[in-house]
């Protein structure tokens, strides 16, 4: 799940002008004066059993999704499965978002509310995005899936999308910073003729669904670039547009989608910050 990398700037600096104000600006909770947090070994544990149910939730869905099936379909079989397994889902309740997963369909770009009247059609480019909280911290991870028979602009899509992330990934380590990950990322995006979606950006993760940093996925000077340490915790998720950057929200004040009708993907992991490399705690692969 996203948030406005303006808003966490805006907040970061307001709270830096006054450290005892809890500053409300948008979808994220504020941490006072916790900024960005160094996970013990006791909470990445916590946060691998988080993240894998995420990542088992997302394998379902990968093969669960079908043409004819709604939206609302798969964010109770989400739900259901995130709370048998023993979590709560993230999303659901959060800032007033009424589902476990955002489901975002062709030209939506992120937080897509399922609906039971939103049927996946052959065809159809289909970002599920979901978290789960358990035993006090959070895990997140979004896919993009190709319904049916999709296009070649769809899969192309999709498929730079997901290469992106792992190219962003492969640049973290303690030491390197933020724009090691984002130009790694916009680099892949642009050379396919594609545009990274600027008001939306990754974030860090823990206790708090979003927290600092801001993991932007372009090249910036307007977002802090931060030293990365071992055992930050991140929510990496590059959002890729097959025209213009632009975005606009619907008028259900959640569903964002593309200023020109374009189509948009994103995949999204969360990792941990090692010495040398990363961990993705919410691979599907096991």
């Known amino acids: 799940m996203n948030l406005f990398a303006d808003l966490l700037a805006s907040s ?19 941490k ?23 990542a088992t939730v997302l394998r379902e869905i990968i093969d669960l999704a079908a043409p004819g099936m709604t939206t609302a379909d798969l964010d ?22 009424p589902a476990s997963i955002c489901a975002s369909i062709n030209n939506e770009v992120v937080h897509g509310i399922p609906s039971q009247k939103r049927v996946i059609r052959s065809g159809d480019l289909l970002k599920v995005d979901t978290g789960a909280y358990f035993e006090g911290y959070h895990g997140d991870s979004c896919v993009t899936l190709c319904v049916g ?37 916009q680099d892949h995006v642009e050379a396919h003729g594609f545009s990274v979606v600027e008001d939306y950006t990754g974030h860090g993760v823990g206790r708090n669904l979003h927290e600092e940093p801001s993991v932007f996925n372009f090249r910036t000077r307007d977002l802090p670039n931060l030293t990365l ?9 590059p959002i890729l547009n097959a025209g213009g950057k632009g ?30 490399g990363c961990e993705i705690l919410t691979d599907r692969d096991f």
Not at 12 to 30: D, E, L
Not at 248 to 253: F, P
Request: proline residues 2%; aromatic residues 4%; glycine residues 8%.
């Open 229 to 237: 340490r071992a055992g930050m915790t991140l929510a990496v998720e």
């Open 32 to 54: 006072g004066r916790r900024g960005v947090e160094i996970k013990s070994a006791r909470e990445i544990a916590i946060m691998r059993q988080a993240s894998r149910i995420v």
């Open 76 to 97: 109770r079989h989400a739900e259901k499965r995130i709370r048998a397994m023993g979590a709560t889902p993230s999303f659901k309740g959060y800032h007033g978002f």
């Open 247 to 276: 975005c606009r929200t619907l008028a259900d004040r959640w569903t964002v989608v593309t200023s020109d009708g374009s189509l948009s993907a994103q995949w999204e992991h969360t990792i941990v910050v090692t010495s040398d």
């Open 12 to 30: 970061t600096a307001a709270r830096k002008a006054s450290p005892a104000t809890a500053v409300q600006t948008g979808p994220r909770i504020q």
């Open 149 to 185: 028979e999709a296009s070649e602009q769809s899969r192309l899509l999709s498929r730079v999308a997901q290469e992106s992330l792992m190219k962003g990934l492969a640049r973290i380590k303690a030491g390197n910073t933020l724009l090691d990950i984002a130009g790694a990322v």
